[in-house]
């Protein structure tokens, strides 16, 4: 019986839209969030366009621009690609599914754009990663509400029974954000209630550690339902596909992925630690963030595993080295997670720079790896083309690996730094440093991630620029590739 | 029953929730009620001083300041008491920060005056040498936003019940009310600072709080907020 894929002609026109909104997000987030590392460096940088410069504006910018616009926009992209081809369906199929998608874009750059203005003006909520104000969390609920109709449209109208791990995951990102979002932001517009003032105010529904609790459940769970499980369901994807290996185990999924379910959300708190909610849950915070070691090591090795007798693939294909490396940092990452929730350390790291410094090693490196790799491997079977260049990939590869390097390794030495710094007292019993000696330290460090941030955004420019010329001027790829993505020189 | 489950998506989503929100519902709801309780003297924030708050959280002050004094000795000798969970009651939404790039602020009102502010903001290596902080003079050229600052006030008395204009707490009365209030309250720093835009631009409000061209500028309404925080 002939495969019915074979016959189906998937339709990828939003997965293109989302893939070139990843990219052009990308740059837009990364080359913000290089400028505000050159600020801390040289703060002269902050008035170059007066008040919309500053460090605190573009900061806001900065996260929102890498985690929703080029993140999330390589998740979808990711999505419209792999759904179809898992559920053996395509969006041709069904006019609907084809509308909510192309809504579901729209909706989201207008509310992107929307976000950018608001940022830059200072309308924001104060609480990390969301940051939007009222009307635009509106907007961003109607986005959300679009991509899981569209998961559940297309899971509905399936062809293939089972669904594939990476849908699981694609299914718990949807339900984990949507919750942990409708939660956090609860708020109360002013206007509304009052009459007067400005449309874009609200008071946030919760108080003072209520308030730190629910945003830290936020904070710490939509990087992961974002960063983590969504990417994973990328790389449980692409990564057999690219390599034309099976997954290693199947039963290790099915733990990785439950265990996964169930103790991330716990691990909120181990932002909270030393602070003032209870501190049974600052306990729980912390041992269950040890405790999510097992999981996300029980993902990573089942991937890492999957190359199992193929690992010359690695030396061959950089599209391969990107995948196994991000999975690397994963593990690197998740470590380092853990060891800074014990409470020992977490006094120590806290508020310091090894804090950007864990998360960019995960963002930078797993994330953004998996995502240019994702992209990488769609684009000779999105746009039956082949990859420009080889050696772009190559260069890119060790430019952004070096800068990755660079940006956490300076900021591991300077959180340790300034944490040792602010707790340490004379003979006499009096705080050795004042606050700003610990600012002076730091300078050559902010200088080396700022280079190390610069080399990752050159990396990602060699990337944009490999995928232009693929689209545009590479060999044409006449029939689809089982694996191995096709690459000239 | 998990290949049971990967053929049937609603069961398998309904599952999954169940698995994500257990946490949640364990770890959040127990501490809702005795966290909001306020510490004894503890006060909410006059409406000029909200109105300084608005603009800490719209320059993202929190992206470098955090106000969370941890219970350790080199903390409190550097920052004052630690933190009482209590103490936050009336803090929408909190502003604990998860970065300090600058020293904490949770008790700046203890050592840090008016003028030491205004300087500060004007030009941080001038009080601080080798600050890295930027320079904020547009807060000398903007309006800060009163009414919005008031909405938010009797939004939080009306829907949060918090006790304005009860006995031992603010005022926040009518609109007409807050407005001589809050220039009540903002005309000492006007007078301990310096610069002659902002100083000029109140000058109407010393005659009528209600007159149109009675501006109090953002950097006013930033210090008042700076100097409540004790």
């Known amino acids: ?42 703060p002269e940088l902050n008035n170059i366009a007066g008040e919309y410069s500053t460090f605190g504006r573009l900061r806001p910018l900065h996260t929102n621009g890498v985690v929703y616009g080029f993140m999330l926009s390589g998740i979808w992209a990711t999505w419209y690609y792999v759904g179809q081809r898992v559920l053996k369906v395509s969006l041709r199929e069904s006019k609907f599914l084809m509308f909510i998608g192309k809504a579901h874009f729209i909706i989201f750059m207008i509310t992107i754009l929307l976000a950018v203005v608001s940022l830059f003006a200072g309308v924001t909520t104060s609480k990390e990663y969301a940051e939007l104000e009222w009307p635009f969390d509106i907007a961003v609920v109607v986005i959300w509400v679009l991509w899981g109709m569209g998961i559940f449209g297309l899971i509905g109208i399936r062809r293939e029974k089972s669904l594939y791990i990476s849908i699981w995951y694609y299914i718990a990102t949807f339900l984990g954000v949507a919750m942990l979002y409708l939660f956090n932001n609860m708020e109360v517009p002013t206007k509304l209630v009052t009459g007067m003032g400005s449309w874009l ?49 199947y039963k290790l999924s099915l733990f990785s992925f439950w265990s996964l379910m169930f103790i991330y959300l716990w691990a909120g708190g181990h932002h909270l630690i030393y602070s003032t909610v209870p501190d049974w849950m600052q306990t729980m915070g912390s041992i269950f963030s040890v405790v999510l070691i097992l999981p996300s090591w029980g993902s990573a090795i089942n991937i890492l595993l999957t190359m199992k007798g193929e690992w010359h693939q690695v030396k061959e294909s950089p599209l391969i080295k990107f995948m196994i490396f991000a999975s690397t940092f994963y593990m690197f990452s998740t470590l380092e997670g853990s060891i800074q929730s014990v409470k020992s350390i977490n006094a120590l790291a806290h508020f310091t720079d090894w804090i950007p410094g864990h998360v960019h090693d995960g963002t930078l490196g797993w994330v953004g790896f998996m995502t240019m790799a994702a992209i990488y491997h769609m684009t000779p079977r999105v746009f039956k083309k082949e990859i420009y260049s080889k050696k772009i990939m190559e260069y890119q590869f060790t430019i952004q690996t070096l800068g990755i390097v660079l940006f956490f390794s300076s900021m591991w030495i300077a959180g340790i730094t300034q944490g040792m710094m602010w707790r340490a007292y004379d003979d006499y019993g009096t705080l050795t440093y004042s606050f700003i000696d610990t600012v002076i330290a730091l300078h050559p460090y902010f200088i080396i991630r700022a280079i190390g941030g610069l080399l990752y955004l050159i990396g990602f420019f060699m990337f944009a620029y490999n995928i232009y010329k693929s689209v545009t001027s590479s060999r044409s790829v006449e029939v689809e590739p089982k694996s191995a993505s096709p690459m000239q020189a | 029953m998990f290949s049971w489950l990967e053929k049937n998506p609603f069961f398998f989503a309904v599952f999954v929730f169940v698995v994500i ?78 970065k300090r790039t600058g020293p904490d602020l949770m008790r700046v009102g203890n050592y840090r005056t008016t003028d030491w502010h205004e300087n500060h903001m004007k030009k941080p290596v001038s009080v601080v040498p080798s600050s890295i902080m930027p320079e904020y003079p547009h807060l000398f050229k903007k309006n800060s936003d009163l009414d919005t600052a008031y909405a938010e006030a009797l939004t939080v008395k009306k829907v949060f019940n918090v006790p304005y204009d009860e006995e031992g707490y603010p005022k926040l009365g009518t609109y007409e009310d807050a407005r001589k209030m809050m220039v ?15 100083k000029q631009a109140f000058e109407p409000c010393r005659a009528n709080a209600l007159d149109s061209k009675c501006e109090i500028k953002e950097i006013v309404a930033l210090i008042a907020y700076l100097n409540s925080l004790k």
Not at chain 1, 204 to 224: C, E, F, K, P, T
Not at chain 2, 189 to 198: G, K, Q
């Open chain 1, 1 to 42: 019986m002939a495969n019915p894929s074979q016959n189906l002609g998937y339709d990828y026109t939003v997965a293109k839209w989302f893939m070139f909104a990843c990219i052009l997000f990308g740059i837009i987030g990364m080359g913000i969030g290089t400028l505000i590392a050159f600020q801390l460096a040289f």
């Open chain 1, 201 to 249: 105010h609200s008071v946030s529904m919760y108080a003072g550690s209520n308030d730190a609790l629910i945003q830290w459940w936020w904070g710490h769970n939509a990087v992961a339902f974002v960063f983590t499980v969504a990417i994973i369901a990328e790389i449980y994807y692409f990564l057999p596909k690219e390599s034309g290996q099976p997954v290693f185990s």
């Open chain 2, 21 to 98: 929100a257990y946490a949640g519902v364990v770890e959040i709801l127990p501490a809702f009620s005795p966290n909001a309780r306020p510490i004894e003297s503890k006060k909410p924030y006059t409406a000029l001083e909200l109105a300084g708050r608005h603009v800490y959280i719209k320059e993202s002050c929190n992206a470098c300041h955090s106000q969370l004094i941890r219970p350790f000795k080199a903390e409190t000798d550097r920052y004052g008491a630690y933190s009482k969970a209590g103490e936050y009651a009336y803090d929408r939404p909190f502003l604990w920060g998860s």
């Open chain 2, 184 to 198: 009540e309250q903002a005309t000492p720093i006007v007078d301990a600072m310096s610069d002659e835009e902002v």
